[in-house]
């Protein structure tokens, strides 16, 4: 084995850990942890097969963005109280079907025979970069709009409810 191969099954595991972590814990602080963990090491499987755009996004939007929007819901509305969701008593109902979902992936991806997928464009990044800053300029600039709308308006919610 390669240290690339090593490398990419450590990923792996750190994937796997951090979505069984995220789903068996009854902390909503450690599942978004958890769910941190998972995000970025879906990133580093991305840039070990040569994604580096994907993995690039995936830490700016998922890891970057999501969780950090989650940490940050989190920190307006529970307030340091345990989570209302967190007495329901699923864990292990989830961690079964994570693990079954999982399994079902690893069958299918020893059985299926990939084809060769064709070589990607010489300069698919640079036309992936002027679609988005061209003519998908527009609602590229919405969603940030829309995005910081909603934040300003969660942060007013918050303001009015506490003395």
Known sequence: MSAQELLFAGFGV??????????????????????????????????????????????????????????????????????????????????????????????ASWTVDFAEAPPAPDDAVGALGRALLGAQLGPFEVMGVILLASVVTALSIVRRERP
């Open 14 to 107: 750190v994937a796997i850990a951090g979505a069984l972590y995220s789903v068996v814990t009854r902390s909503l602080l450690r599942a978004i942890i958890g769910l941190g963990a998972f995000l970025t090491a879906v990133a580093g499987e991305f840039y070990l097969l040569a994604a580096d755009l994907l993995a690039v996004v995936q830490v700016f939007v998922y890891v970057g963005g999501v969780v950090v929007l989650m940490l940050f819901a989190l920190m307006l509305t529970a307030s340091g109280a345990r989570h209302p969701l967190a007495a329901i008593d699923r864990p292990r109902s989830g961690a079964v079907l994570a693990c079954v979902i999982g399994g079902g992936l690893v069958w």
